[in-house]
């Protein structure tokens, strides 16, 4: 069972948005901005694609968007795109031992 | 630009001990920390563990303690994963991942391409 919750699956038809939630504890998501999310395509390495709750690395696109509030953090695609069907993780920063816990991951299907 | 090159692919009988290697380049190494994750088949994504490849200071996962080790050497920008005892539920892609920024762990950024470990008897 993962730290954190994120729902299966989620589902959109090209050119609308969605959004993925990520749901933890106070001990996840209370202390620290620290929220990620990473892309993985199948047979591939994850990427990341927002840290800090809403930070874009170089080269990600703007369609991406991260959010939080309370202890759950959201991940945002809009205009959705073919390209963007994948798994996606959300991932929380923790200051001791355990530094970072995942979530269970979420399967995007553009229809 | 930066890259992770991980060690190929290994089959191991339960019991043994498995060490994966992951060479870093286009970056300063000693400047980042390396995570390790892993992945069993079909399934989601497993913090494993830290290590400073400035200091060498580590953090692991509770579940693994005693039985994984990590280690850098940063003569040749290489960190390594170590992980004895193991069983079938170790069956995985391990992954190295650098912090997204130096002198901090709380992104990971880069991942390398992975490496599958079977369990196998």
């Known amino acids: 069972q993962s730290a954190l919750t994120q729902p299966a699956s989620v589902s959109g038809s090209p050119g609308q948005s969605i959004t993925i939630s990520c749901t933890g504890t106070?001990?996840?998501?209370?202390?620290?901005?620290?929220v990620s999310w990473y892309q993985q395509h199948p047979g591939k390495a994850p990427k990341l694609i927002i840290s800090?709750?809403?930070d874009r690395p170089s080269g990600v696109s703007n369609r991406f968007s991260g959010s939080k509030s309370g202890n759950t953090a959201s991940l945002t695609i809009s205009g959705l795109q073919a390209e963007d069907e994948a798994d996606y993780y959300c991932?929380?920063?923790?200051?001791?031992?355990?530094?970072?816990?995942f979530g269970g991951g979420t399967k995007l299907t553009v229809l | 630009q930066v890259q992770l090159v991980q060690s190929g692919a290994e089959v191991k009988k339960p019991g043994a001990s498995v060490k994966v290697s992951c060479k870093a380049s286009?970056?300063?190494?000693?400047?980042?920390?390396i995570n390790w994750v892993r992945q069993a088949p079909g399934q989601g994504l497993e913090w494993m563990g830290w290590?400073?490849?400035?200091?060498?200071?580590?953090e692991y996962a509770q579940k693994l303690q005693g039985r994984v080790t990590l280690t850098t050497d940063t003569s040749t920008s290489t960190a390594y994963m170590e992980l004895t005892s193991l069983t079938s539920d170790d069956t995985a892609v391990y992954y190295c991942?650098?912090?997204?920024?130096?002198?901090?762990?709380?992104?990971?950024?880069?991942w390398g391409q992975g490496t599958l470990v079977s369990v196998s008897s």
């Open positions: 991942a650098r912090d997204r920024f130096s002198y901090s762990s709380t992104s990971i950024g880069h």
């Open positions: 286009g970056y300063t190494f000693n400047t980042y920390g």
């Open positions: 290590i400073s490849a400035y200091d060498g200071n580590t």
């Open positions: 106070s001990s996840d998501f209370g202390a620290y901005n620290y």
């Open positions: 800090d709750v809403n």
């Open positions: 991932s929380s920063y923790r200051s001791t031992h355990t530094l970072f816990v």
